[in-house]
């Protein structure tokens, strides 16, 4: 398995070389050159497993480089830690399917992809004689979870940019309240458009990113993509066992399309079984829009809402999305890349949004709304959401009756302890805390706060990078 550019700037590399890479350095995301496919007896083979045994035997389809022996270690590793041996649960609620996500150490998602990252790029760097400086930006979780995957470990020091007084202060104190040495907090003064825009302006200065040894750790580095298709083919094989379901549709909080796109990968994966994704989406709806009006485009400024992590008009894993609705034309979607740097917009023509639409189907959901979701999703069964969850529920249930036909599973994102306020306000009270969280108030913080600004970035990584 050779990975390549969504922009056709570099020459085929490896599993492990895309890894270290983050972001093609032609300023692409990477891909597979083919993305593999499981027939009805590999499907067959898999049923029964438990969530190692099935990571390990979907990660071997993408992954030729790296023994059995050690990814089967690598993945075993990243799970241990979680509360549940499920890794992620799926607890039927209502009507729907709630697929928990929030069971590792950092109580989000992310926790899925980037423990096992960490522990990957401990085994490259260790094999490789090398160092690396991790450099990512968060809108909420991927910060926290990319701490704790690589917290502690030689060779590696991380930086991480998020919007100063953006994320909720649950997700800030997960991220600043981590003493370990090798962990450099940075608040940036801006938007999480604005970090991302720095990291990834940084990731392009390629002498810069040789000098100092910067690897990616957000979605950009297509191993996060790899962990996430897991739990959708986990979850449908969990759904047919149980009742029988040969197709499955999935609804997904949708900010910086990383997720939903691991969504993507896995309904090429197992086709015909996952039927339609449903990309959800809060007031900063650009990727709404791009699926109602055929454009994608900025809209003036980001909103702030109760569900931060999805407050996010560029979308940075749309790019590979576009690779192949573009029929794999790694030019045309340079091009369109370079019209939307200039522009702040893509203009998509019919046939490709008839072929979008059949690959997902799109709701943006309110702040009252998502508040409501929580609120009556409590009052009717007990469940509590976060409010990225309660997003992607009311998507689900707007939609369903018009374009839907199967088992819907809604992803939990996040533990609703996260989002106390904002369950409080739903519900009445906030939500329980985990273990993990109690006294993180009274716990020291360490950040550096700095401008949207490029230089001084880079002048704090010079500064404290090994």
């Keep these: ?69 050690d990814l089967k270690a690598m993945i075993d590793n990243a799970y241990k830690n979680f509360d549940t041996p499920e890794v992620t649960p799926l607890v039927k609620v209502g009507d729907l399917h709630i697929l928990e996500l929030f069971h590792g150490p950092t109580l989000a998602f992310k926790d899925i992809a980037l423990q096992f990252l960490g522990n990957l790029f401990s085994y490259l760097l260790k094999e490789r004689n090398e160092k690396m400086n991790i450099l990512g930006a968060t809108s909420g979780d991927t910060g926290s979870a990319a701490i704790y995957g690589v917290k502690g470990k030689e060779n590696i020091n991380i930086f991480i940019l998020h919007p100063h007084g953006r994320v909720s202060p649950i997700q800030a104190l997960q991220m600043t309240t981590v003493p370990d040495k090798n962990v450099f907090n940075i608040a940036i003064n801006g938007t999480f458009d604005d970090c991302q825009a720095i990291v990834k302006n940084i990731f392009n200065d390629i002498p810069f990113k040789s000098q100092y040894k910067l690897g990616a750790v957000n979605s950009i580095n297509w191993a996060r993509i790899l962990a996430q298709v897991v739990y959708y083919v986990y979850s449908f094989l969990w759904i047919k066992k149980k009742e029988g379901a040969e197709r499955v549709d999935f609804s997904v909080p949708t900010g910086n399309f990383g997720d939903i796109f691991a969504g993507y990968v896995a309904r090429r994966l197992i086709s015909p079984h996952i039927e339609r994704l449903i990309l959800a989406t809060n007031e900063n709806n650009i990727l709404t829009r ?63 949004m008839t072929m979008a639409r059949e690959d997902f189907a799109s709701a943006s959901i309110s702040q009252p709304e998502t508040i409501e979701t929580i609120r009556a999703v409590y009052r009717n069964t007990g469940y509590v959401l976060d409010p990225h969850t309660a997003v992607g529920v009311a998507a689900a249930k707007r939609l369903s009756s018009a374009l839907l036909r199967h088992s819907i599973v809604c992803l939990a994102t996040a533990h609703p302890a996260k989002f106390a306020r904002t369950v409080k306000e739903a519900i009445g009270h906030e939500p329980k805390r985990p273990a993990s969280l109690e006294d993180i108030e009274k716990r020291p913080t360490r950040l550096k706060l700095l401008p949207a600004d490029i230089g001084a970035v880079k002048a704090y990584i010079q500064q404290q990078a090994t």
């Design 290 to 352: 791009f699926i109602m009006e055929g454009r994608y485009k900025i809209a003036q400024r980001v909103i702030p809402t109760v569900s931060p992590s999805m407050d996010i008009q560029i979308a940075s894993n749309f790019e590979r999305y576009i690779y192949y609705l573009f029929g794999q034309d790694p030019q045309r979607v340079k091009r369109a890349m370079e019209q939307f740097e200039k522009t702040g917009e893509i203009v998509f023509n019919p046939d490709e």
């Design 1 to 69: 398995m050779k990975y390549i550019s969504t922009r056709g700037g570099i020459e085929p590399i490896s599993f492990k070389d895309s890894v270290m890479m983050g972001l093609a350095t032609d300023g692409g995301l990477i891909l597979p050159e083919q993305l593999p496919t499981a027939g009805p007896e590999i499907i067959e083979k898999w049923e029964g497993l438990d969530y190692h045994e099935l990571a390990y035997e979907v990660m071997s389809l993408f992954i030729d480089d790296i023994t059995s022996k």
